[in-house]
């Protein structure tokens, strides 16, 4: 397994997770990372991106001032926390590795690497 995503969960809303990505370190020191998550019956979802540097991150409107990507390119780890999180955050959350740069990570086409998937789920 090239990504390896943990940390998934069961949680009540307004409580808190944080998600780790796992990467062997020839994958993590080229890749910009990102996180999408795909609830059942919809199309997999743009959560946050950070680039190689650390420098820049992006989010999506849904998440956005609730969550923060962050990286640690000492343990080749991407991770996600979660905070205030809402019954519409369920869903399965998959890490991605990306070797370009780009203005904006939101497209999944623009991953070459995927992770296989933590499962949160937000009761209410």
């Known amino acids: 397994v090239q990504l390896q995503a943990s940390g998934g969960g069961l949680v009540q809303a307004g409580g808190s997770l944080r998600l780790s990505c796992a990467a062997s370190?020839?994958?993590?020191?080229?890749?910009?990372m990102g996180w999408f998550r795909q609830a059942p019956g919809k199309e997999r979802e743009f959560v946050a991106a950070?680039?190689?540097?650390?420098?820049?991150?992006f989010y999506s409107d849904s998440v956005k001032g609730r969550f923060t990507i962050s990286r640690d390119n000492a343990q080749n780890t991407v991770y996600l926390q979660m905070n205030n999180l809402k019954p519409d955050d369920t869903a399965v959350y998959y890490c991605?590795?990306?070797?370009?740069?780009?203005?904006?990570?939101?497209?999944?086409?623009?991953?070459?690497?995927w992770g296989q998937g933590t499962q949160v789920t937000v009761s209410s």
């Open positions: 991605a590795a990306s070797p370009y740069y780009y203005t904006d990570y939101a497209g999944p086409t623009k991953y070459d690497i």
């Open positions: 370190e020839r994958i993590f020191s080229r890749s910009n």
């Open positions: 950070i680039t190689r540097s650390g420098n820049f991150t």
